[in-house]
């Protein structure tokens, strides 16, 4: 497809793990990256994998990557309700970032 | 981590008016600023690239006449929406590449509101 993917919604009960994905397009995507928005705010760099990597781990946050499939991952470990936001992943092609639609995160307690 | 300000964070028009927002990299120096428009509830679109010293590049379907940009400094990039009508009210977020080339960070973004 043309368009970066991901599932719109995703709702867990905090202390659970969240698994937010996402299908990107282009395979010489040289990086890929996560980002989250709260509401009315601007977008946060959680992180970020090259492309050559299968896996990322930052604390409660791991990012799994199949090249193969164009397929990246953001695992979010014990979620706490400060983690509901919009997710993004993005592609970087040449210098600019493909969006994603975003997921919303609902973490419930 | 690098911090990127935005100014204003919001405002409202007058249909007919001009706009300027302004975008600076606070603590590190950024050859390269982009600048996104964002509907509700709805991704991210480029809008155009702004290289320090040189021209934007703007992206496809964007007007550049109307969405002037200007990157004068490493750390300030301007956006003015000239004539601004009804349907340009939106979130317009910057954001400024880092020194590695690798991070993009994104300022707080400003809501527009044209009436």
């Known amino acids: 497809g043309e368009d970066v993917e991901q599932s719109l919604f995703l709702s867990v009960r905090e202390g659970d793990s969240s698994v937010i994905n996402c299908t990107y397009t282009?395979?010489?995507?040289?990086?890929l990256y996560w980002y989250k928005q709260e509401p009315g705010a601007g977008l946060q760099l959680l992180t970020y994998?090259?492309?050559?990597?299968d896996m990322k781990q930052d604390q409660r946050l791991t990012v799994l990557l199949n090249k193969k499939d164009k397929h990246l991952s953001l695992r979010i470990a014990d979620t706490q309700t400060g983690d509901s936001a919009i997710y993004f992943c993005?592609?970087?092609?040449?210098?600019?970032?493909?969006f994603g639609k975003g997921t919303t995160l609902s973490v419930s307690s | 981590g690098a911090v990127v300000s935005q100014h204003p964070s919001w405002v409202i028009c007058k249909s007919g008016t001009s706009v300027k927002i302004e975008c600076r990299s606070l603590?590190?120096?950024?050859?390269?600023m982009f600048w996104y428009r964002q509907f509700p509830k709805q991704s991210l679109m480029l809008m155009a690239t702004?290289?320090?010293?040189?021209?934007?590049?703007?992206e496809q379907g964007v007007e550049k006449d109307k969405f002037l940009i200007n990157h004068a400094s490493l750390t300030l990039s301007t956006l003015t929406v000239t004539s601004a009508h009804p349907e340009d009210s939106s979130f317009y977020i910057c954001?400024?590449?880092?020194?590695?080339?690798?991070?993009?960070?994104f300022g707080p973004g400003t809501r527009l509101t044209v009436t």
């Open positions: 282009d395979s010489s995507s040289t990086y």
């Open positions: 993005a592609e970087k092609l040449g210098t600019a970032l493909i």
């Open positions: 994998i090259f492309s050559n990597m």
């Open positions: 702004s290289n320090e010293g040189s021209k934007a590049t703007y």
């Open positions: 603590d590190f120096q950024a050859t390269t």
């Open positions: 954001s400024a590449m880092g020194t590695s080339g690798i991070e993009q960070y």
